[in-house]
């Protein structure tokens, strides 16, 4: 089982901006499938972006953070990071980092993501 913590969260104004980072264990870091998810509260986890190494380096965004949110890793610290501008109210949510070992296949699926960390709140408010 992968370890996973989240730091970064906290409160923003609109249009501000702000980094999650997502620390993990695990000696093969670099052949991890990351992903980040997102739960507002009384609504379901939700996909927000995922990246990927192997055969060049991909990502992938949810259509409401695409242009606003950027995903990227540094495997030489075994971390992933998303960061975040632009921020709106409706990005309120408890964001979790989620990790599955050794695939290069993409999935927004929350079921395809075998490790989880704890969560950090972003709290987007005037």
């Known amino acids: 089982q992968i370890q996973l913590v989240e730091s970064g969260g906290g409160l923003v104004q609109p249009g501000g901006s702000l980094r999650l980072s997502c620390a993990a264990s695990g000696r093969t870091f670099s052949t991890y499938r990351m992903g980040w998810f997102r739960q507002a509260s009384g609504k379901e986890r939700e996909f927000v972006a995922a990246?990927?190494?192997?055969?060049?380096?991909?990502?992938y965004y949810a259509d409401s953070v695409k242009g606003r949110f950027t995903i990227s890793r540094d495997n030489s610290k075994n971390t992933v990071y998303l960061q975040m501008n632009s921020l709106k109210p409706e990005d309120t949510a408890v964001y979790y980092c989620?990790?599955?070992?050794?695939?290069?296949?993409?999935?927004?699926?929350?079921?395809?993501?075998?490790?989880w960390g704890q969560g950090t709140q972003v709290t987007v408010s005037a």
């Open positions: 990246i990927i190494s192997g055969s060049g380096l991909r990502t």
């Open positions: 989620a990790a599955t070992p050794g695939s290069t296949r993409f999935s927004p699926s929350l079921v395809d993501f075998d490790s």
